[in-house]
């Protein structure tokens, strides 16, 4: 394999070389490095990483993987393979890497053909199989002290008791969203688990409104997701939607909330479709400060004050819970949140066209810019209280 790996990198660089000196077209390089990684059989390797799976799956994976891999070199926009910046890297290493964090989502897409092939088949299966569902959830925010109910992976404990214990010295302190963030900040801390996949602000309102109506909806997509990976049946059939929130999770990060108790999951899910509590004035200001000292040039300080007011409505809730104005100000704070949604497209694109700034080359990179930018300012830190 190692050897396979040094042989594929020199093909790939002399292509690039060529390239470089004038030798090769871009189109003629992008395909014969396309070649060159189809040859390795890397496409093959990434996707029998997971043992489980059954042959079929495994082959449907690997025609997927083909797809997007030629399709990603061939690219020559933001997000394909960079020829220049390739020549300093491994090719090997990064297709890996780029087939490795899509093979959650492509096995999810494997899926929901597989199931949407079936139902042509048999559109009315047996419904008897499948008459027992879970217990309805409580909608009141879980509280991690309870993941005391589930088996402990640490030895000692220590990790959900400081979690605990954490979210017991702050929950007097806090209210609504900010509650259900810390709920969900001490699992993560507790399980030793990322955050759930954010979607944007018009799915998240409508798997909002189905968790909301279906609390057990958040286990099961967990579930469904790691019965997919180990290519296992199950009973329900779960919303794309929520199956893709679990794409940052690795099979035992998915196993593990799979494995406790059901509202754990839950509060995972229903923080990552959440609105976020709104950040104090301080906050605000600090954001609008650090976004604008990552531009320079005519207009840009009140172009960066708009952006901050943009991201701001997509992400969090136009007025605080604290908040103890009169409804007729929390009903202005709304429509004003509606226009800056309404108004974000053109707000992105005219940063995307400023020269001065350095937020990102695409919509996407912007976003997740100003998203690393406020979770630095706002996130909650967990840690055992001091005694």
């Given at each position: 394999?190692?050897?396979?790996?040094?042989?594929?990198?020199?093909?790939?660089?002399?292509v690039?070389q060529?390239?470089?000196?004038g030798?090769?077209?871009?189109?003629?390089?992008?395909?014969?490095?396309?070649?060159?990684?189809?040859?390795?059989?890397?496409?093959?390797?990434?996707?029998?990483?997971?043992?489980?799976?059954?042959?079929?799956?495994?082959?449907?994976?690997q025609?997927?993987?083909?797809?997007?891999?030629?399709t990603?070199?061939?690219?020559?926009?933001?997000?394909?393979?960079?020829?220049?910046?390739a020549m300093n890297?491994?090719?090997?290493?990064?297709?890996?890497?780029?087939?490795?964090?899509?093979?959650?989502?492509?096995?999810?897409n494997i899926?929901?053909?597989?199931n949407?092939?079936?139902?042509?088949?048999?559109?009315?299966?047996?419904?008897?199989k499948?008459?027992?569902?879970?217990?309805?959830?409580?909608?009141?925010?879980?509280?991690?002290a309870?993941?005391?109910e589930?088996?402990?992976p640490?030895?000692?404990?220590?990790?959900?008791?400081?979690?605990?214990?954490?979210?017991r010295?702050?929950q007097?302190?806090?209210?609504?969203?900010?509650?259900l963030?810390?709920?969900?900040?001490?699992?993560?801390?507790?399980?030793?688990?990322?955050?759930?996949?954010?979607p944007?602000?018009?799915?998240?309102?409508?798997?909002?409104?189905?968790?909301?109506?279906q609390?057990?909806?958040?286990?099961?997509?967990?579930?469904?997701?790691?019965?997919?990976?180990?290519?296992?049946?199950?009973p329900?059939?779960?919303?794309?939607?929520?199956?893709a929130?679990?794409?940052?999770?690795?099979?035992d990060?998915m196993?593990?909330i799979?494995?406790?108790?059901?509202?754990?999951?839950?509060?995972?899910?229903?923080?990552?479709?959440?609105?976020?509590?709104?950040?104090?004035?301080?906050?605000?200001?600090l954001?609008?400060?650090?976004?604008?000292?990552?531009?320079?040039?005519?207009g840009?300080?009140?172009?960066?004050?708009?952006?901050?007011?943009?991201?701001?409505?997509?992400e969090?809730?136009?007025?605080?819970?604290?908040?103890?104005?009169?409804a007729e100000?929390?009903?202005?704070?709304?429509?004003?949140?509606?226009?800056?949604v309404?108004k974000?497209?053109e707000?992105?694109?005219?940063?995307?066209?400023h020269?001065?700034?350095?937020?990102?080359?695409?919509e996407?990179?912007?976003?997740?810019?100003?998203?690393?930018?406020?979770?630095?300012?706002t996130?909650?830190?967990?840690?055992?209280p001091a005694?």
């Amino acid at each position: 394999m190692q050897q396979q790996t040094i042989t594929t990198d020199s093909t790939c660089r002399d292509v690039l070389q060529q390239y470089a000196a004038g030798s090769l077209e871009e189109h003629t390089a992008r395909q014969l490095i396309a070649a060159a990684l189809h040859a390795s059989g890397i496409t093959g390797s990434v996707a029998s990483e997971k043992a489980v799976q059954s042959p079929q799956v495994r082959a449907d994976l690997q025609a997927e993987m083909e797809v997007l891999l030629y399709t990603k070199i061939m690219q020559t926009e933001a997000g394909g393979f960079d020829l220049t910046l390739a020549m300093n890297t491994s090719a090997t290493a990064w297709a890996r890497q780029l087939l490795r964090t899509a093979r959650a989502s492509l096995l999810r897409n494997i899926h929901i053909r597989t199931n949407a092939r079936l139902d042509l088949v048999d559109p009315v299966p047996n419904k008897d199989k499948y008459t027992d569902s879970p217990p309805p959830l409580s909608h009141t925010v879980f509280h991690s002290a309870s993941v005391d109910e589930a088996d402990d992976p640490n030895e000692d404990g220590e990790t959900f008791t400081d979690a605990a214990e954490w979210l017991r010295s702050k929950q007097r302190h806090l209210r609504d969203s900010s509650k259900l963030s810390a709920s969900a900040a001490s699992i993560m801390h507790g399980y030793g688990v990322p955050a759930v996949a954010r979607p944007p602000l018009a799915e998240r309102k409508r798997l909002k409104a189905m968790i909301t109506e279906q609390p057990e909806l958040a286990h099961r997509s967990v579930t469904a997701m790691r019965a997919l990976i180990e290519s296992e049946p199950y009973p329900y059939t779960v919303d794309e939607g929520l199956l893709a929130l679990w794409d940052n999770y690795s099979f035992d990060q998915m196993d593990a909330i799979a494995s406790a108790p059901p509202r754990v999951a839950h509060v995972l899910v229903d923080s990552a479709v959440s609105d976020r509590a709104r950040p104090s004035r301080n906050v605000l200001r600090l954001f609008q400060a650090s976004v604008r000292a990552l531009g320079t040039g005519v207009g840009w300080a009140r172009l960066a004050a708009e952006t901050c007011e943009t991201f701001i409505a997509l992400e969090f809730e136009a007025y605080s819970s604290f908040d103890t104005t009169g409804a007729e100000y929390r009903d202005e704070r709304l429509a004003g949140r509606r226009i800056s949604v309404m108004k974000s497209p053109e707000v992105f694109a005219r940063v995307l066209a400023h020269p001065g700034q350095r937020l990102g080359l695409t919509e996407n990179d912007i976003y997740e810019q100003l998203d690393r930018l406020i979770t630095t300012m706002t996130e909650f830190d967990v840690k055992a209280p001091a005694a």
